[in-house]
């Protein structure tokens, strides 16, 4: 990355703007999550699919414990990429947030609902001084009023609605890849393995072991996670 | 954007004055609403228009979601250019706001009552440390005593009333072209298409898709987002 | 402006002295009231009067919501230059504090104590680390036992008594026309005259339209603004 | 003035020291009292005299609001150099526990212990980060047990009694002037004369208008401004 | 180490991204921890295995009581390596954690509930200002639903489970030597010797009394610490 | 003074030690002592003396309200050198203890718990940020289970208990006349002729009249100023 | 003492890691320590041994003042070196935890815990901003158990268990005296001669008179200080 010394100048503080309005901190946080491996979601005709990419070092580490996919409430899931450890921050503040919902209305809590509590989070820690934006980018996908939906939310605390997305590492490159071969009426069974061909063309060492992947389909409403088997025998 | 060493003294911590009483971190929030597409507002005979050109970067993703304009209570509505984070920040405000006067004074809020505290939440931000100002321009828009009222605030607090006006990319070309054709009795109707062809002169590649719009009208002061066929079937 | 590497040494930070025992800050804020338009104050025989110029720098902008003159109470107003939004901030205390007055001793407050109380808050913001000071100067004129009185007051909290004053943008030169022109026994509608005409004098393209007007007179004690057809008849 | 490059290094910040023990902060604060016109103080056989040079600028100023000279009690003044917005904070700060002490104790308040809450009034602004120094001296003179008394206080939070002082521009000549002509059994009107010509001496242009005057004498132990006509009768 | 003057623009705040989107505090703790002596986790057929190298520069030293393996519960300890007293502190946390949930629930905490806890809190010190992330990484092992669990933190807040794992300095040549001679189904007994083994081929001046360890197994679920006797007999 | 740059870097934070284990700001603050004029403490066979040199630099001023030595309890007393609004803000600090002393348990303080007390409060200015060290030293004299006392204490918040000492401009000639003189069995009137004799060999234009002297005996535990008429007979 | 530009970007901020992951504020504190004159503890047979050089610069000055040996409770003591302001800091503290011990358990507190409350205290200041670490070493000394113990504690909040350690000026050479004479079946009266040999052999200076020494035996668990003829008997 090729800067000048002008960037420099307006890249150290947190909150402010440079002379063309740009907030660097932001910006590198965007950075942090390209250098996370890849996650993404897509929105089938019945359903939800989250995937993810774990890339596992060492033989001897279990990978199940890599924590890339989060279960928000029952309907509702989330995969993230960059830093882990902010995810599990907001993604707790995320769970609260759900079951408060339950308590206080006695019905599940929206998608979309979740996705702005989400991005509020996150543009706080982009206007005060004293705190680093969130190094993490967040899709989440649930069922709302019966409908799939997929939401993209970045260190801004922007988001936007998606067919089909991906966020880390290549996610431009795996965008493209779905771009070409993503259609409105697929079923979920085929939306995992789209996803994972997407993720795959980028990332020749992935294996269904390594990608994590949830589902949440309409007629349940009820987020389950792909064991590795059932990973491989949807993708081959 | 040229600078001189001088300039770089003074626009690097949020509430100081330059010598020549400039506050600059505002002058930059100012170049971040530039950096966001346009928004339009438009004051007709009969109600007022807001207008939002979204860009939508990939055919994947639901261009509804992306926010730019916002309804604040049944009778006065919103368009912002720039940061969409920091809007909704202030667009929440707004709203609890409205409520709350309705609850207290069983009464509609009135419009210019919502533009003046809006002004005030951003004025505190440029004159406390550790904060920066917000990177937003807000339109605001609603029927006050039965009259259509349009005012355009800024990321310094400002605010200004207007028969129509424009913010973010491009908007002092906007504006040149309501000089030229805005005409005081125009209808809600005609005003939807003025606000279409001034923004499409300078954004070719403009739909009735990617451009948003909101009506309050002063019949039923009831704030309504028209539909892209709506929209397509009025700029046609 | 012209400025060497030791002045620049001092002016960065809020709430320092230089070597020379001078507040940069508050002199940069000075800087900004001066890049206002031109505000004035009058004292006649008979009442005070308030004059703003109000530079409009689109015809599709509505100038009556372009703030510059301010009612605090029934019989005091006020007229700022510089940054309208800290004028603002500013005046709503005053109003309250006028609000309690009344509620208080049920007696309407006076001119001077609302001078105090506002030349009080100024100086807190130049004292404080963290903040920055006000970037506007309020004239305020009103009758107290039956007497006008004006008072300007700017960013460090200072305040001096006048017969005829201005600040802003060409502050001098108008202040000049009135040692010039100023007489003691001016009656009230000579005194708008008398204040467009410094006024005029060095800004060619005021008008009427562009020329707020308020007046309070020692015998209702009621402000007043005049309209454009009102002042266009005293001034021609 | 003349400084070098290691004096810098000290004196950005407020409340540390420089390697030979000094303070520049509130060294700088009283080169801000210099920048003021000056004040004096004389105690006479039968009371205290207080006197401030207000220079007006500008012939439509009101020169009688021109603050320099303040009553805290019945029978204690002050005057003030240097930044008069300060001053009026630290006057309020007495006047408030001058009445409080007539509560508490149905006694008159004593002069040094007014001197005193005035000195740590300011020296906690010499040792805290976040604020800076007064920018102002005080002369305080008042009778106690029957007896006149005159203090000098400055910005570091020091006070010294004395029978003849001058703060503010040329006081240094002003109190030569003191030591060669004061007489430890001046009556006060003699003491008017004898502060009006140690004033005039550095500053040609003094009239009695631009010398405000107050006494407490011994036998009422009342503050009393002087007309601008008494002060001409006992000066000629 | 080798470093170019754009990295140390950006190590210096603790909360900030660097513009390639990394935490340089966050990996100079991890500097920290490498300069500590290794700790090492082994999960056997039947328990857990901590050791830890305890590296004694004096022969006055009472080795005993140089801290590095910890007990959180009676089913659960922990290993460090770096600042140890980060460590106490952290574990400090966990002990009165584990405490709490034996009294609401009246059940053992969970082993990955203690991890969870324990990057909570390692988190929350990367991502605010005025304070440095922990200096220290830990290995916590316990027995859960009768199954033995090793998971290893790093001064990020993030956890991996691992099978067998080291922390400190040559934790990579210790990693790859358990990556060899690792199985599955060893029992606790022969992990301390494989422990003691990988620890010793980077180290040569371990022995049995500078090697601390703790076993948890899964038949009594008791945390028990091993003598240098014991440790010996298993090692040769 | 001649420093190099890297002392530079390491005086201007209050609360750092410099690579050698130095804090500066605190040596400064021993400098601003320096700049004092001397006070002195001696230790006599029934009694205690302090003294302190003040040099009046003008002969209307007030020598006796130069404050320099300060009663704190009946039987204790201090004298400063260095700032003395520093030292009045911690005799109030001490004369309150002694209240509560008495107050709470119906004795007298002791002279040590007072330094003790003292030093505390110094300290506490030593380590924390935003604040600097108190820029004087004390030197406490008191009767304590009968016996005389005389401690220094320093910026630092350290003290020492002396049988005759001086801090303050010329302190180390000062003591070494009292190493050259000073005998254990001195009464208290021959001890302020000692420290009067010891002050004046570096001090040539002391006088009695410059000289405040005050005396706590041990027959009657009384603190008691000496007139300059008391002091002369002593030394002459 | 050398060091190059790098180290000095690191070691200004209190709590930021270098990027070789040291801690630069708590290593300079150590040299904070290094310049104190030595104090030493030895575990002998049947109780421990505290001892302290204190150079008593002018004879004037009484020596048993100088603090550098602390009771904390009865069977407990403490040696310190370094800044003696803030070991008195912190034995405050820790006198209060045996009091609270004794008030809440009915039993003397332990010589351990009371070394980990200390320790916890000095961490706190290596990991906050706004404060510097401790600049001061303590050995704690007691008996526990019916067994005596001695601790070295340091400014980051280390400890170690020692048989025979030393602190401050000289003390790798005093240990190194330790290594080669100290025998485990030592008794306390001949710990004293050995403590005061080895702290003799690098001061050459040391007098029996200027070595204090504290002792607490196993047999009545009560701290006592040894006087100067004591000590001067056991070491001759």
């Given at each position: 990355m090729i800067q000048d010394s002008q960037q420099q100048a307006y890249d150290r503080a947190i909150t402010i703007f440079s002379p063309d309005g740009r907030l660097y901190q932001v910006e590198y946080a965007r950075e942090a999550v390209k250098r996370g491996t890849a996650s993404v979601g897509?929105?089938?005709?019945?359903?939800v699919v989250l995937g993810a990419y774990k890339r596992v070092p060492n033989e001897l580490m279990e990978a199940e414990n890599v924590e890339k996919i989060f279960q928000i409430d029952e309907h509702i899931g989330a995969a993230s990429a960059g830093h882990?450890?902010?995810a599990r921050k907001l993604i707790d503040i995320l769970r609260r947030e759900a079951q408060v919902n339950r308590a206080s209305y006695q019905e599940p809590i929206g998608t979309e609902t979740v996705v702005r509590r989400l991005c509020d989070e996150m543009q706080k820690y982009t206007q005060q001084g004293g705190v680093r934006?969130?190094?993490?980018s967040v899709i989440v996908g649930g069922i709302e009023n019966g409908e799939p939906r997929v939401f993209e939310t970045d260190p801004s605390g922007s988001f936007y609605e998606w067919r089909a997305t991906a966020i880390g590492e290549n996610s431009?490159?795996?965008?493209?890849?779905?771009?070409?071969?993503?259609?409105?009426d697929i079923p979920t069974d085929e939306a995992v393995?789209?996803?994972?061909?997407?993720?795959?063309?980028?990332n020749d060492d992935i294996t269904p072991e390594?990608?994590?992947v949830a589902v949440v389909e309409t007629d349940d409403e009820c987020f389950t996670e792909l064991s590795a088997d059932e990973v491989r025998e949807l993708v081959e």
């Open positions: 897509v929105r089938a005709s019945d359903g882990v450890t902010d934006p969130f190094g993490v431009a490159e795996i965008r493209e890849n779905f771009e070409a071969n993503y259609e409105e393995a789209l996803a994972y061909e997407a993720v795959e063309e980028s390594s990608f994590e």
